[in-house]
């Protein structure tokens, strides 16, 4: 292995564990700021119960998903400085914005909802975890910006004399048609992640044996919650990904062809749900296909045209000239790795499928207020634990496409991932990080599942009627930690 693998290694490691706990976070924090606000309307204790339990479980997701995301910052510096180089003036300034605006915003308000259950009026202490829950929508919005600039270049010059792509329009680059269609698709696959892991935890308690019979309404009502919110989640994830499925195939034909392996341009074009291909990845061997999806998907018509893998492949060499990154085939191929992109967009999709499915066969089993006898089926039980991982799954495996489909680019059109990687940094040292940090994530994992399965197990507290501070009575007490 040389530099450039061990580097693509580790930025694909941290990106995808980071990115574990960031969906959680931002569908959780809409979920305990919608149970913290039922609380504040109706004053039924079961919502300030729900609250203050899902809303600990989300604490500790949160500061495992801001640890783990520090090191994000640091790699472009690292492992990627021809690529800080090179787009820095771009790529910095949503980051910056990112960090100096959004994540202040989070924090702060964070701080606040965790202190100031006793300081707080209740009315104001619900906006502080809805300010939280926009604060991350913000972060979103600004890193999906950055990334969507390397996925469809906007807003830029570029500058012979430094070698650098400098900002023209910053609006264009906050504005980029990849960004609009990524950014809902992100964020409801978020709300899809979040309710799942509510549904399933709230699950697993409602016909755990040791759970009181007066909390299991209780539980009842998160599952619910969980899995409406979940379902919306779902459907906007199928609208607005049909959405962006359209968007890449303009941008990006390439990554829409390798999602597929079409190797030849097809009219209409079919989606294959499984295909077996030559083991280099340049032929197709046998395929079960539905006629005319993949042209719908792409193009928004049964009987569209869709390019493929061969013909792209000639029109980026006339344009870009040979490739000097594509190592994995030839030169000048400009094709990302086949089989990663097929399967991970198919699993992307399936996993998805089955968490909508798992979510309304929850919701069947407790409509019109029916409470699962404790000890039910196992099936159920195991469908329960396994729900908040399904969505967690899609996201990983999107992401890997997105990212992967779009090789051998890191700047798509601009600059390759082998002129991206640090000059400067030998093997050894980069081995040495990715296997240090792989360590350190995996003893990070084991903190995190450690805690989240104590505190689960533990269900939520018993009430306890948090002090009004409009009677002041304890104006002059040190803030107290609520959990």
Not at 5 to 26: C, E, K, M, N, S
Not at 405 to 410: E, H, I, L, Y
Not at 418 to 440: C, D, K, Q, R
Request: net charge positive; proline share 5%.
């Amino acid at each position: 292995m040389d530099v450039l693998d061990i580097a693509r290694w580790q930025f694909g490691i941290i990106t995808v564990y980071h990115f574990l706990f960031v969906p959680i976070t931002i569908g959780m924090s809409a979920i305990v700021a919608g149970f913290e606000t039922a609380w504040v309307r109706t004053g039924k204790e079961h919502y300030l119960r729900l609250t203050k339990f899902f809303g600990k479980l989300f604490l500790i997701n949160f500061a495992i998903g801001v640890v783990t995301g520090i090191v994000q910052e640091f790699q472009f510096g690292m492992n990627w400085s021809d690529y800080s180089r090179f787009v820095g003036d771009i790529f910095g300034a949503p980051l910056a914005i990112e960090g100096l605006l959004a994540f202040f915003l989070e924090s702060t308000f964070l701080g606040l909802w965790i202190f100031g259950w006793d300081k707080l009026p209740r009315k104001l202490h619900a906006a502080c975890i809805w300010l939280v829950h926009i604060g991350t929508l913000l972060s979103a919005y600004f890193i999906l910006a950055a990334n969507s600039f390397m996925q469809h270049p906007v807003g830029y010059t570029y500058n012979p004399r430094t070698g650098r792509a400098e900002l023209t329009d910053f609006w264009a680059v906050l504005l980029n048609k990849v960004q609009l269609a990524s950014f809902p698709h992100t964020i409801t696959a978020c709300y899809m992640t979040g309710g799942t892991f509510v549904l399933g935890v709230a699950f697993w308690l409602l016909v755990r044996r040791s759970t009181p019979d007066g909390d299991r309404p209780m539980y009842r009502t998160a599952v619910v919650a969980g899995a409406v919110v979940a379902l919306v989640g779902g459907l906007g994830v199928a609208v607005s990904g049909d959405v962006q499925g359209k968007v890449m195939t303009e941008v990006q034909p390439m990554k829409m062809a390798a999602a597929e392996a079409l190797y030849n341009t097809e009219k209409p074009a079919s989606f294959s749900i499984f295909t077996i291909g030559s083991l280099n990845g340049t032929q197709e061997k046998f395929s079960v296909k539905l006629p005319g999806l993949l042209s719908f998907l792409a193009t928004g018509s049964f009987d569209g045209r869709v390019q493929g893998i061969n013909q792209l492949r000639t029109q980026y060499q006339t344009t870009y000239g040979q490739d000097p990154g594509a190592k994995y085939y030839s030169p000048g191929s400009y094709t990302p790795i086949i089989p990663i992109t097929y399967w991970a967009f198919r699993i992307m999709i399936g996993l998805g499928l089955l968490a909508a499915g798992g979510a309304i066969v929850m919701l069947w089993k407790v409509r019109r207020g029916r409470l699962p006898a404790a000890g039910t089926g196992k099936g159920l039980v195991a469908l329960g634990i396994a729900l908040p991982l399904l969505p967690v799954a899609a996201n990983s495996f999107g992401w890997i496409f997105t990212e992967m489909g779009r090789q051998p680019w890191a700047v798509f059109g601009l600059m390759t991932t082998a002129n991206a990687v640090s000059p400067g940094v030998s093997v050894g040292e980069a081995l040495t990080s990715v296997v240090v940090l792989t360590l350190l994530y995996g003893v990070l994992m084991v903190v995190e599942v450690g805690l989240m399965l104590t505190y689960v197990r533990r269900g939520a507290e018993p009430f306890v009627e948090p002090p009004d501070p409009r009677l002041g009575e304890q104006s002059d007490q040190p803030l107290a930690f609520a959990y």
